[in-house]
């Protein structure tokens, strides 16, 4: 690890979460490329990468997640996380105070690279300063909430596609179905392919 003295270089992890993946995602990317310019910006040198694809936020804590986990336990590697946005770190208040408590213990930055007034740079290498832990918990909150909300729209609309007849819920059609218009013309529904075609 880089020595935090004088103009010594910063050490980074750049940490990329993607709770479902598909084929057509351009997320790992866009959260590669946002973390890169942080670390430009800061001035420091990204030492590795943590990928955990289909991996929820709102299931796994950081320290259950595959790549990740092996990271944090081994804090001498790096000098701060970088991700895209608090989201892709945590979806819970507990979860947010999990890894506060780990970043303050290990002397450690956590730097979101977008988020509401642009870069945000959580420092717990001062054990006396206070205002990262002001920022950790608002923060946090807000990532719940939004969590909970999109729960909440979630099962509102499974709920309300559940009272129309043969609607189709999207996502991918089983195999051998394909998505079709409804016959009137209200929607879509998934319709068995023909096996000769």
Do not use: C
Not at 108 to 116: D, I, S, T, W
Not at 124 to 139: G, H, K, Q, S, Y
Request: charged letters at 25%; zero cysteines; proline letters at 7%.
């Amino acid at each position: 690890m880089t020595l935090l003295l004088g103009a010594e270089r910063l050490e980074a992890l750049s940490a990329i979460r993607l709770s479902v993946r598909t084929d057509e995602t351009t997320s790992p990317g866009r959260q590669r490329g946002a973390n890169q310019q942080s670390a430009q910006a800061l001035g420091a040198r990204i030492v590795g990468e943590a990928e955990d694809l289909d991996v929820s936020a709102s299931k796994t804590t950081p320290f259950e997640r595959p790549e990740l986990s092996k990271w944090l336990a081994e804090p001498s590697r790096f000098d701060m996380i970088l991700w895209w946005r608090l989201d892709r770190a945590v979806r819970s208040m507990a979860d947010m105070h999990d890894l506060a408590k780990w970043a303050r213990t290990y002397r450690k930055m956590l730097v979101f690279a977008e988020g509401p007034g642009g870069m945000l740079k959580l420092d717990f290498r001062n054990p006396l300063d206070p205002i990262a832990e002001i920022m950790v918990t608002l923060l946090a909150f807000a990532a719940q909430m939004e969590a909970q909300a999109i729960r909440e729209r979630a099962q509102g609309a499974t709920a309300a596609m559940r009272t129309m007849a043969l609607r189709w819920r999207g996502a991918r059609p089983p195999y051998g179905y394909m998505p079709a218009p409804m016959p009137d013309g209200a929607g879509r529904q998934s319709v068995k392919l023909d096996p000769y075609f």
